[in-house]
């Protein structure tokens, strides 16, 4: 069983910054890549960032530029450095881990950026 544990979430004002943490534990094989994803009221699920097992990195046009997704060493947990925020980033951020024949999901955390 894969565990994934988010935190780093919370209020801040625009322009303001914060940092995702997502640790995975338990019963991981093979990591093909790490990522964020989050979804606002009434939007659909939709990538953020994304880092994959040989270090490549993508992003969601919307956050290139403000965001930057990044690993540990061991590379089981995974961080998402947020700046220059924005109204719009408003959402649950839920981690991602592609196991290659599974995807596992955290349970999100909320992150709310005021006007």
């Known amino acids: 069983q894969v565990q994934l544990v988010e935190s780093g979430g919370g209020l801040v004002q625009a322009g303001g910054s914060l940092r995702l943490s997502c640790a995975a534990s338990?019963?991981?094989?093979?990591?093909?890549?790490m990522g964020w994803y989050r979804q606002a009221p009434g939007k659909q699920r939709e990538l953020v960032a994304a880092?994959?097992?040989?270090?490549?990195?993508n992003y969601a046009d919307s956050v290139k530029g403000r965001f930057a997704i990044s690993r540990d060493n061991a590379g089981n947990t995974v961080y998402l450095q947020m700046n220059s925020l924005k109204p719009e980033d408003t959402a649950v951020y839920y981690c991602?881990?592609?196991?290659?024949?599974?995807?596992?999901w955290g349970k999100g955390t909320l992150v709310t950026v005021s006007s």
């Open positions: 991602n881990l592609d196991g290659i024949l599974k995807d596992y």
């Open positions: 880092i994959t097992r040989g270090g490549s990195t």
């Open positions: 338990g019963s991981i094989f093979v990591i093909n890549a």
